[in-house]
C-alpha cells in the first residue's frame, strides 16, 4: 500500500492493508475458525482426535463446556463463542446424554449463517466412527471458508479486551500502563475496550466512578468492587498469590493500582457481565465475580477463564500483561502478550509480543510502548499470528458462574 493510501485509510478509519469476515450480526472477525465443541467432558477426548490432523492449522480450535448440568452462565458462553465474529464454521460434539441442548445452540448457528454439524456420539458409533466423521466435516468446513469474503476493517469493528496474569513490582509501572495509553488511543479511534478483574480493582473504585459517564454508574462501578472484596473475605483470600509477593507486590491495594493502570484515562462508559457484549465504542468494565451467595470456586481468578470470558463478550483481540511471564493463550481470539518485566523479556522472549520493560531502562516512554502496542493489535488483525498462536496455545476453560443481567444504571443510553 502506498504512503498516500495508508494515510487515506486511516484518516478514514481502516486499518491499513487488513481484511476480515464481515459477519450477518455486522460484526468483523479477524480469523476464521472452526470450532470442534464438545458439549460435556465425556466428549472432550472425542474432540481433541477430530483436531489432531490440523495442528498445524491454527483455524481448527476445540472449545468446550465439561459439566453435565449447565447453567445459563455456560450456555451463555458458549452461544457466544460459537457466534463470535472469529468463528466461521461450528461441529458440536454430544455424548448424547447430557443436559446442554445441543438443538438449540446448533439452530442458532445455523440462523447466523454458519455451516454447524452436531455428532452425538452414543448415535454415530463411538468413539473412533464419531472422529472419522468429525474429522470428515472439518475438512468439508475448511473448504467452503476458503470462500468466505473479506472486508476492509475499520478501528472501529474491534472490541480489545486486557487482562494481566503473573504480574511482578514492574507490571504497574510499564506494561499495564502502556496498555492504557493503547487503550485510550483505540477508544478515540472508535474501538470498544474491556478491562476487568473487578477482584484486583479494590482500593481504585473511587477514582473509576469519578470516570463513569453517569453518577449512577459510578455508583454501579463502587458496588461491583465492594461485591468483588465481600467475596474474597468469605473466601478468606484475596486475588494475590505467591508468585506476586515474590515477585515485590505486598498488597491487594497495590497489585490493584497496576491492574487498574490498564484501563488508561478515558472515560468509563458500562459495566457488563460475561457474555454481554459492549453496545457501542469506548471503554467498559467487566464484572467477572459472580452475583449472590460466594461459593469456592466461583470467582475462577484464573487467566484462561477470563480470557474465555472477554472473548465471549466480543474480543476479537486480547492483551496480556505479565511482569513474572506467562505462556498461555486461547482458542477463537489471539491473545498479544506485553512483558512488563526486563529479564523476564530475556528469558521468555520466544512466548512475549512487546518489551515493555524497555520503559525501566529509559529505553521507550509510555506514549511509545503504548504506540507499538496499537501497532501490534494492527498486524494482528492483518493476520500475523501472536506469539502464542505461532506456538500453538489454544488454553481454554468454562465452568460454573451465576450472574444477574446488567441493569441500566451500568449501560447508561
Known sequence: ?????????????????????????????????????????????????????????????????????????AEQIMTRLCLHPNTGAVVLVSLGCESFDRVALADRIRESGRPVRTLVIQETGGTRATVEAGRATVRDALDVLKDTPRTPVAWSDLTVGTICGGSDGTSGLTANPAVGRAFDRLTARGARCVFEETGELIGCEHHMEQRAVTPELGAEIVRTVRKAADYYEVLGHASIAPGNVEGGLTTIEEKSMGAYAKSGASEIRGIIRPGELPPTGGLYLLDVVPDGEPRHGYPNMNDTVEIVELIASGAQVVLFTTGRGSVVGSAVSPVVKVCANPDTYRRMSEDMDIDAGRILAGEASLDEVGDEIVEAIARTVRGEPTKSEALGHQEFQLGYKSFKPSGPACLPV
Do not use: K, W
Open 1 to 73: 500500500m502506498s504512503t498516500t493510501t495508508a494515510r487515506t485509510a486511516s484518516n478514514s478509519g481502516l486499518i491499513p492493508d487488513a481484511l476480515g469476515y464481515r459477519r450477518s450480526d455486522g460484526r468483523v472477525g479477524i480469523r476464521d475458525n472452526v470450532l470442534v465443541a464438545y458439549l460435556v467432558e465425556c466428549a472432550h477426548h472425542v474432540c481433541r482426535e477430530i483436531v489432531a490432523p490440523f495442528q498445524e492449522d491454527g483455524n481448527v480450535q476445540v472449545v468446550g463446556f465439561p459439566g453435565c448440568y449447565p447453567n445459563a452462565y
